[in-house]
């Protein structure tokens, strides 16, 4: 996700560096893996800073975007490029400068390296090199998102972003049809009425979803409805197809009351071979299920 500098903060807005992790923190022959702003720069930490100005090389998914960032906190320092299409080919260079003592910060566009970003080849590379790969954690579009949605939180999965093929992309939706845990997706503004509608289709128009776009920016919009109310909204209004997506959606609710599937496909086979009552003794005993209910289903079979 980019960097977009307008909302930024002054630096005194940033957080002062924890007495853990002093300046001279900074251990030779370390990766470190650092968190940058999502939109707002006022959000950085101090520890990013130091780490950012002390290292010998920072590794950045596009070496302009880090550029911008560099230079808005006036640090000048090393820079090079490791993205989807050459992380393999630098994991072994930046492995053998790690292991000459050198520093290396790892950095994406924006947010948390390797959260949907490149990065993931080069740190388990150095950690199955044993080299010493350090977290400075920070800013991440899908926390961030998640902890204004209204959402349950205490079990969700992240999914990244969807296929850009409808095929793919219903597919992967109807796979997911019955995920209990609130879902947390990436997408691309060019394709979001697409993404909404392909929702609606294999989740139903009812179900629950948050779009949280430009997050930390001006134009920071949070909005919370049925899909086919998002999907309504957003044809209406062309300017909420733009900039940095985040799409959050509830999870399957199991009716507590309804017989699961297996329950269900256990009896019918069951009826075929004994009496009704028999057949609902045995899979009530077997799924926790009243006896009565089952008899209503056989009825209705």
């Known amino acids: 996700m980019s960097i977009n500098q ?22 030779k022959g370390s990766l470190y893996i650092v968190a940058t702003p999502i939109g707002n720069l006022g959000d950085i930490s101090q520890r990013a800073l130091d780490v950012l100005s002390q290292v010998d090389l920072i590794a950045c998914e596009d070496t302009r975007h880090t550029q911008k ?9 090393k820079t090079l490029s490791l993205h989807d299409h050459n992380e393999r080919q630098r994991q072994e260079y930046i492995a053998d400068l790690l292991s000459q003592g050198q520093s290396i910060a790892l950095v994406s566009d924006a947010g948390t390296p390797l959260i949907s970003d490149p990065g993931f080849h080069v740190v388990r590379y150095c950690r199955q090199q044993q080299l010493s790969v350090v977290p400075v954690p920070g800013a991440c579009a899908a926390i961030t998102a998640l902890s204004v949605a209204g959402l349950p939180t205490d079990r969700f999965t992240f999914e990244g972003f969807l296929p850009s093929k409808q095929g793919a992309r219903k597919s992967t939706l109807a796979a997911l049809a019955n ?10 503004p060019r394709r979001a009425i697409d993404t909404v509608t392909d929702i609606v289709d294999e989740l139903g128009g009812q179900r629950h979803i948050v779009l949280a776009r430009e997050l930390t920016k001006t134009f920071e919009t949070i909005y919370a409805d049925s899909a086919e109310n998002l999907l309504a909204w957003l044809k209406q209004d062309p300017n909420q197809l733009k900039g940095e997506m985040v799409l959050i959606i509830e999870g399957h609710q199991i009716d507590p009351t309804a017989i699961p599937p297996e329950a269900e496909k256990a009896l019918r086979l ?13 899979v009530a005993e077997l799924y926790g299920i009243k006896k009565n209910k089952l008899y209503d289903l056989t009825i209705a079979m």
């Open 270 to 282: 069951l009826v075929n071979e004994m009496p009704k009552k028999k057949a609902c003794g045995i």
């Open 69 to 77: 960032l560099l230079a808005n906190f006036s640090i000048k320092n």
């Open 179 to 188: 995920e209990s845990r609130t879902m947390v997706f990436y997408d691309a």
């Open 6 to 27: 307008i909302n930024q903060g002054s630096s005194s807005e940033q957080v002062s560096e924890s007495s853990q992790h002093p300046m001279s923190s900074i251990a």
